[in-house]
């Protein structure tokens, strides 16, 4: 079985109008940065994109926003990005914020296929309007639903042929997650090695899990906001 495709842009040539997508990342830390660059120049739009940020306005996320290839955004912390918020204020974007931890419970809920679960976050809050509320041990808890895609975009260190993959450090974050999540699971990683060359206690997510792998290219991997000494 080999599940590498010979490019970003083969791999986002399976991505249709109007899908749901999930985009690994903290930040601009550990995105697919190859997927979402083709994404973009392929023009697929009406698209739904779930991600902790939105990116910033020229990198990762952001150029979709920029050109109105998203239809929704599905986020926890958004405020890197001034034409996310002008899309959002002015109403030509549709925006679901969701606590962070609750993003990723709901994330690896959708994963394990698990049809919802009770938190105390939010509870009383905008977020919990209209969801089904308890009083769990005396505390009230909000039902979350779990989150699926039609497609997950992760990004990793290093893959093998047959898709399983490493993380490295921060760049971890959200990918494991999201990779169980979506129906058709892209990687894309920086190192691509032969089946077999990964130490199988090392390996972080399966290869069942990932249906396509992409070798990608020139990573840029910026820093949102850089702080040195003076």
């Known amino acids: 079985m080999n599940k590498v495709l010979a490019s970003a ?3 986002v040539a399976l991505i249709p ?3 749901t997508i999930l985009m690994g990342g903290f930040g601009l830390c550990g995105i697919p940065e190859n997927l979402i660059a083709a994404l973009h120049a392929r023009g697929t739009k009406d698209l739904t994109v779930i991600s902790n940020n939105a990116g910033i306005d020229d990198f990762g996320i952001g150029v979709l926003l920029r050109s109105r290839q998203v239809r929704k955004m ?3 912390y958004v405020g890197e990005n001034k034409e996310f918020e002008r899309q959002y204020l002015s109403g030509e974007l549709e925006v679901e914020l969701v606590p962070q931890g609750t993003f990723s419970e ?3 809920a959708g994963g394990a296929g698990i049809g919802g679960f009770f938190t105390p976050t939010a509870y009383g809050t905008l977020v919990a309007e209209g969801k089904e509320t308890r009083v769990i041990n005396g505390k009230p808890h909000v039902l979350e639903a779990p989150i699926r895609a039609d497609f997950a975009f992760v990004r990793a260190w290093k893959g093998d042929r047959v898709g399983n993959l490493v993380y490295r450090r921060t760049a971890r ?3 494991p997650v999201m990779a169980t999540a979506g129906g ?3 990687a894309e990683v920086e190192h691509l090695v032969d ?3 990964i130490d199988p206690d090392h390996i972080m997510t399966p290869g069942i899990y990932v249906k396509h792998i992409v070798l990608g290219m020139r990573y840029e991997k910026r820093i949102e906001k850089r702080t040195v000494r003076s």
Do not use: K, L
Request: charged share 20%.
């Open 74 to 76: 599905i986020s926890t």
């Open 195 to 197: 089946a077999g060359a």
């Open 173 to 175: 974050n959200f990918n």
């Open 9 to 11: 842009e083969q791999a």
């Open 106 to 108: 709901r994330i690896r």
């Open 17 to 19: 109008d109007g899908s």
């Open 184 to 186: 058709v699971t892209i």
